[in-house]
């Protein structure tokens, strides 16, 4: 019988607090012969089960060509994260995935790749800089862009530091609430840098991961100077109990967020895209 | 088409044999706290004998009257639903020992239920169920076990409620497929079909003889009934062009001041497949079960996301309901969500009227 419910026990090799809400898990699964079958797409997601609480649907941070391990990097907000922040390594925790569909890096190929994300939307996304960043040659310039309330939610810094180095390759950070002095970078929203981003509009994909209001505040500047509805996607998160398509909760309008996304291009979802309820 | 058959009334008990005999289970349609509720029986008798049901919105009522009918009523709040999608039931387990983690499948029921008084909205509901929980990528073991497990008996609606609009949707009130039997209830008896393998081998073992002419005309007297005394109908209008429209009409915000977000509509509703998932740990901590349980788009929780509420008023919530069942729903299974059986209207404890709203904002209101 195949259970689509049943989780998967996996171990935490590594935990790394990113910042005083934010940490990373590093799980490998306890069975050799699914960790060699298991296989993902950046962008695609896990459901992660805390042992007696539940479940929760968290993005994969890692490179797929990556050392194996799944790093799932998380805020402690909720219920089952409040209590994954408190595993420790060696312990045990449930995994099934990955599920949705993941970004268009095939599309991405021979592009400009913009990438815009707030928050701790840049968790889906870094798979992606990690992806595109060891396989430099296969894609144009590159557009980091990360926007942040304060500089200490800011995670990963030396990482954007390195990769503002790469060749063809532009990062621009962002603190929209940043009252200390000491922030080299902007100060105002990400999205408020839009016009900053060299890039050939006609010929480049944008990922965008984020709060929706700041997703929107992006595409309108992008759709400005000439990019396709097609080429800019987005992932979007709504609450999820199946990740499978059949429990109801992800439902925005005729989408299942879970296995029809959760990254769409802007065209599949503009009509709701700014309604509440939905 | 083949000659129809003739069950005698006082030959149907040897239906109920004929399905003991092939160890099925009984669920068939009796009174319980004064509604048709289908749950398991061993003898005719608990068969609802002389009742009629008298339906409005908010309201349902049974009567008795002089007759030997088992079937002259409509529906009760359930059917088919709850007995392939469980309103409660474990997915899985998982036991810690020595901090390792042991997750166990949790079988379904492997029993075979034969459900007698199915009707043509609860076939086109199962129907739709089946085309969600059953998909090629993802199919549902618990649901898929249940489903390959049941032997539809449909009795065709010869008494349709004042709430059941089915002939407007197109799904009734005469079955016309995704049965194993199906009966049509005259005075005297029953006119019996067989729909499937499954069905003809039970038809074999009973005491059937040639339909008469009388009695088929009779049927096709009583089946024009039925859909003559069908008034409520939908809009005209293609609604699942329209509501997508609508998403802004006054009409929402009128039905958010008597909407109570109770879920009853929800809950009646044959085709809602809307359901979470909760952990229930054993008192030592040591074991848990993973339960599944049906979930209403109008709880407050269905639409919560670290520390957001997508739909916070009844006004979303209801209109998240109304365009997903009649707009959303055509673009996800092909069709409408609705099949007409007019539940949510009179098990709403304010009797909201999902026609008159949907004519209200299809600007047919006067129609």
Excluded at chain 1, 167 to 192: M, R
Excluded at chain 2, 314 to 342: I, N, P
Excluded at chain 2, 348 to 364: F, M, N
Aim: hydrophobic share 35%.
């Amino acid at each position: 019988m195949n259970n689509a419910y049943l989780p998967h026990e996996v171990e935490v090799v590594d935990r790394i607090q990113e910042t005083s809400t934010i940490f990373t898990l590093r799980l490998r699964f306890t069975d050799p012969e699914i960790q060699t079958a298991y296989q993902f797409k950046p962008g695609q997601f896990n459901m992660v089960y805390l042992f007696g609480v539940g479940e929760v649907a968290i993005s994969i941070v890692s490179d797929p060509r990556d050392d194996n391990l799944l790093d799932h990097t998380i805020r402690a907000v909720g219920r089952v994260t409040r209590g994954l922040a408190k595993l420790k390594i060696g312990d045990r925790l449930g995994i099934r995935g990955p599920y949705g569909r993941g970004w268009p890096l095939t599309e991405a190929e021979g592009k400009d790749v913009i990438l815009v994300t707030g928050g701790l939307g840049c968790a889906p996304v870094v798979s992606v800089i990690r992806y595109v960043t060891r396989r430099r040659e296969l894609f144009d310039r590159l557009v980091i862009m990360q926007g942040v309330k304060h500089s200490e939610d800011l995670i990963w810094g030396e990482q954007y530091a390195k990769w503002q180095k790469l060749p063809n390759t532009q990062v621009l950070l962002a603190a929209s609430e940043q009252k200390k002095a000491g922030w080299p970078w902007y100060s105002g929203h990400v999205t408020n840098l839009m016009d900053k981003v060299i890039f050939n509009p006609h010929n480049a994909i944008a990922m965008m991961c984020g709060p929706e209001p700041m997703m929107h505040a992006a595409i309108e500047p992008l759709t400005r100077q000439g990019m396709s509805e097609q080429d800019m996607w987005l992932s979007m998160e709504r609450n999820m109990h199946c990740a499978v398509g059949h429990c109801g909760h992800c439902q925005y309008g005729e989408k299942f967020i879970c296995k029809h996304g959760p990254v769409f291009p802007y065209s599949e979802i503009k009509t709701l895209f700014a309604v509440k309820g939905f | 088409m083949t000659a129809k058959q003739f069950l005698a009334r006082q030959d149907f008990k040897s239906l109920l044999q004929a399905l003991k005999a092939e160890a099925y289970s009984i669920i068939a349609p009796q009174v319980r706290d004064n509604a048709i509720v289908y749950e398991k029986i061993e003898n005719i008798s608990q068969l609802p004998r002389g009742i009629l049901d008298i339906q409005a919105p908010g309201s349902y009522k049974l009567e008795n009257e002089e007759s030997e009918r088992w079937f002259a009523w409509a529906n009760g709040p359930q059917a088919l639903k709850p007995l392939l999608f469980s309103p409660e039931e474990v997915l899985w387990s998982a036991e810690l020992q020595d901090n390792k983690l042991a997750f166990k499948e949790c079988a379904p029921d492997d029993k075979s239920v034969a459900v007698i008084g199915v009707r043509a909205c609860d076939l086109a509901a199962l129907d739709l169920q089946d085309k969600h929980f059953l998909q090629k990528e993802y199919s549902d073991a618990h649901y898929q076990k249940r489903r390959e497990n049941i032997l539809l008996i449909a009795v065709n609606c010869s008494h349709p409620a004042d709430t059941c609009f089915c002939v407007s949707t197109g799904d009734g009130p005469f079955v016309s497929a995704g049965y194993d039997i199906v009966l049509t209830e005259l005075e005297e008896g029953f006119l019996i079909n067989p729909g499937s393998d499954k069905g003809s081998n039970i038809c074999d073992q009973l005491p059937l003889c040639e339909a008469t002419d009388q009695q088929t005309q009779q049927s096709f007297q009583q089946l024009e009934n039925a859909i003559n005394r069908q008034q409520r109908k939908l809009p005209n209008a293609n609604l699942a062009k329209l509501l997508p429209d609508q998403l802004e009409h006054k009409q929402w915000d009128d039905i958010a001041l008597r909407c109570l977000s109770c879920g009853n509509c929800t809950a009646v509703c044959p085709s809602c497949f809307c359901h979470s998932e909760l952990d229930e740990q054993t008192l030592d901590g040591l074991s848990t079960q993973h339960i599944r349980q049906w979930d209403s788009c109008f709880n407050l929780d269905h639409s919560y996301i670290h520390g957001i509420t997508i739909r916070a008023e009844s006004k979303t919530r209801y209109r998240q309901w109304l365009t997903h069942k009649f707009a959303y729903w055509v673009e996800q299974y092909g069709r409408s969500g609705c099949v007409g059986c007019g539940r949510c209207i009179t098990w709403c404890p304010v009797g909201i009227d999902v026609v008159q709203e949907l004519k209200t904002i299809a600007g047919e209101a006067n129609e």
